[in-house]
């Protein structure tokens, strides 16, 4: 579980609407992904969900659950002052209800994007879309650069509770 980050990595976690999720392939590649990164302050995880049309992303996770979250795309950063945040952490595929398990996080999408409600309500005409796997990242080490200067240290928080 997250212990008490400053509120500008909270704010984020909160406002960004697309992250770089990073997996690690079959040959110990790494593969990006954009992402919608939905965060719950309150378990101290960051979610992401994913199609199973995608599924090979879900496999790359089970085969090495360790992953990353790079929020630095200044036009998915709903933030000002910019500011760039790197989590480092452990991932784990949850696709027992790929149906509508996923459901239980539309309350953190609806905070980030609340024209969701008309796209869910439009899954029954996209059903591979919608059946979608929940990826669950509980970070171990937090990256911040407060000004967005990737070329300077990054403050570094270390997450992991004991």
Excluded at 60 to 80: A, I, M, T, W, Y
Excluded at 90 to 111: K, M, N, Q
Aim: charged share 30%; proline share 7%; glycine share 6%.
């Amino acid at each position: 579980m997250l212990r008490e980050l400053p509120s500008e990595i909270e704010e984020v976690f909160e406002k960004a609407l697309v992250a770089e999720f990073t997996v690690i392939d079959e040959d110990g590649v790494p593969v990006t992904h954009p992402s919608l990164p939905l965060y719950d302050k309150e378990d101290g995880k960051i979610y992401v969900t994913s199609s199973l049309l995608f599924s090979k992303k879900l496999e790359h996770v089970k085969r090495n659950p360790k992953v990353s979250l790079c929020f630095s795309n200044r036009g998915g950063l709903q933030v000002d002052p910019y500011r760039v945040v790197l989590v480092k952490g452990d991932a784990r595929v949850d696709e027992e209800d790929v149906h509508h398990g996923w459901e239980r996080l539309l309350p953190l999408w609806r905070r980030k994007e609340p024209y969701i409600n008309a796209l869910v309500a439009q899954r029954y005409a996209l059903p591979l879309f919608w059946d979608r796997a929940v990826i669950e990242m509980e970070p171990t080490k937090v990256y911040f650069w407060p000004g967005g200067r990737v070329d300077e240290r990054p403050e570094v928080y270390g997450v992991k509770s004991t």
